[in-house]
């Protein structure tokens, strides 16, 4: 399965790593990293691009709004300055293949047309105006399962059938892209690990995650560092590394086609043992 992304082809028949740049000053694990009294440096940020790319992933994903409960809003123009000179410099000095993390009509055309090759929205698109501007793009778009929004998502998650219902929001949102003119090439379907659940509905989805694949569009998935470690191993942020390892490799193993990490050497080392399974054997 060969994905194209602007001026980028990916290949999909081996999980690829989305690597996480967040030039936020408050997301919950990377948050503040490229900031600089106050200012955030876009040395840092593509420095650190530069070293995920090196590690090997496929993708660097930019977002400029943290969606952490509790975070502080931000202004569509505080996003566009925190994201658009970091795509542009990461596409232009790095060549890099450059996700945007954004649910804003404006900040996807600004993004576009600083080069990203893909679309990442947390609230698949349901902005007003939204899909709109991600048809016009051309570009392929993740759209995420969440249930409720991020300040109170985390309250009290309920769901009948947690996967039957996340795969009704995707065939929902499917619908919806495709009416507004993105093809069914350009989707990509995510559940939303932690968006909205539980760590009871999160290795629901995860087990069942090959229901989610049969529907035939890439697979993306993001657990990396999140809660549902604290509440399965009782591990603070830092010392998360081995449970996201375990599940990366778990989410690979059941057929995901992209994995959104924090730590892009380990994770593509597990995936890379994982593929030497599946190679021929030489002796
Ligand atoms: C921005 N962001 C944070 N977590 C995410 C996840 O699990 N998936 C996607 N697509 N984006 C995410």
């Not at 379907?189 to 909205?196: I, V």
């Not at 730590?263 to 021929?280: I, M, Q």
């Amino acid at each position: 399965m060969q994905l194209a992304c602007g001026t980028h082809r990916l290949d999909l028949s081996r999980p690829q790593v989305m690597g996480i740049l967040n030039t936020t000053p408050d997301s919950f694990s990377d948050g503040g990293h490229y900031y600089r009294n106050g200012q955030l440096s876009l040395a840092r940020a593509l420095e650190r691009g530069r070293q995920m790319l090196a590690e090997g992933a496929a993708i660097i994903d930019v977002g400029g709004e943290s969606t952490r409960p509790g975070a502080v809003p931000v202004s569509e123009q505080e996003e566009l300055d925190r994201v658009v000179p970091v795509v542009e410099r990461l596409v232009a000095e790095l060549g890099a293949l450059v996700s945007v993390d954004t649910s804003r009509p404006g900040v996807i055309r600004e993004a576009a047309a600083a080069g990203a090759g893909m679309l990442n929205d947390v609230r698949a698109l349901t902005r007003d105006g939204a899909l709109q501007a991600a048809a016009d793009t051309g570009l392929p778009v993740c759209v995420m399962h969440m249930q409720g929004q991020p300040d109170t998502m985390q309250a009290q998650p309920a769901y009948g059938d947690v996967v039957s219902e996340v795969k009704g929001f995707l065939h929902h949102r499917i619908d919806a892209c495709r009416a507004a003119g993105i093809g069914p090439e350009r989707l990509i379907l995510d559940p939303g690990f932690g968006f909205g659940k539980t760590l009871a509905h999160n290795l629901a989805l995860l087990r069942r995650l090959p229901e989610l694949v049969a529907l035939g569009y890439p697979v993306l998935v993001g657990m990396s560092r999140k809660s549902m470690l604290e509440h399965l191993l009782g591990r603070a942020l830092e010392d998360r590394l081995a449970g996201s390892l375990a599940l990366a490799l778990a989410a690979a193993q059941r057929g995901a086609h992209i994995i959104r990490v924090h730590d892009v050497a380990a994770t593509r080392d597990v995936l890379d043992v994982e593929a030497a399974l599946h190679s021929p054997l030489d002796d």
